[in-house]
């Protein structure tokens, strides 16, 4: 099946430094990614959707430049944590797919351990 | 009222039992995903259901769309099926996502 990498899988930073979260696609062309976080023992939380070539759309309640996306081809996404801070640290999850084959398969990367000291 | 809603939350049953987590959603669906996530986080997609039935080794997915209604079994269950088990489901395009089930399987 289709695969989705993500890197780094662990972080771990100091307060008010930027990091960076890579989500690709490795044998297929994502026209769609979301990324989505995950708080301790909750269900995960869709932050935004990304579609290729154009400016992601955020969710309600999700600060568009403290988490900066960037969504440059079909097979690369990348989620950026500006001036991360301790409450910043989560789980990150993308996910991916082919909208234009109408499947509506998602496939989904390994996620990314953010811990903000 | 959430638009998917799983049960149980919770489910501990004993090595070898017949697993069965339900999946309740009040939403038109284009498609329902069957997801597993162990502890450290990495989610596994186990199904991807538009109708009808599948299968997978010892898992079992089905789907009712009349009912609104996907359920996930799991015969002989093992140890190492302790997960929590998520329900989604494609509206719209989006992901609309269960709460979860956490099962524990015990030896």
């Known amino acids: 099946g289709a695969v989705v990498s993500q890197h780094p899988s662990r972080v771990i930073c100091k307060s008010g430094t930027s990091v960076k979260i890579e989500c690709r696609s490795l044998d297929f062309q994502a026209t769609t990614m979301f990324w989505y976080r995950q708080f301790p023992k909750k269900s995960l939380m869709l932050m935004a959707t990304s579609n290729e070539g154009s400016k992601a759309t955020y969710e309600q309640g999700v600060e568009k430049d403290k988490f900066l996306i960037n969504h440059a081809s079909l097979t690369l996404s990348t989620l950026t944590v500006t001036s991360a801070h301790p409450e910043d640290s989560s789980f990150y999850i993308c996910s991916a797919y082919d909208g234009r084959d109408y499947s509506y398969e998602q496939y989904f990367g390994p996620g990314t351990r953010l811990t903000v000291t | 009222k959430n638009e998917v809603e799983q049960s149980p939350q919770n489910l501990t049953a004993q090595e070898g039992e017949f697993i069965t987590i339900n999946c309740s959603y009040s939403?038109?669906?284009?498609?329902l995903h069957w997801l597993q996530q162990h502890p450290g986080g990495g989610i596994v997609s186990l199904f991807m259901?538009?109708?009808?039935?599948k299968k997978h080794g010892r898992l079992i997915a089905t789907i009712n769309i009349q009912e609104k209604h996907s359920s996930l079994h799991i015969t002989a269950s093992h140890p190492r099926d302790s997960a929590v088990y998520i329900c989604a489901v494609v509206s719209n395009y989006q992901l609309i996502w269960g709460a979860g089930t956490k099962l524990i399987i015990k030896p």
């Open positions: 259901l538009s109708s009808g039935k």
């Open positions: 939403v038109g669906i284009s498609a």
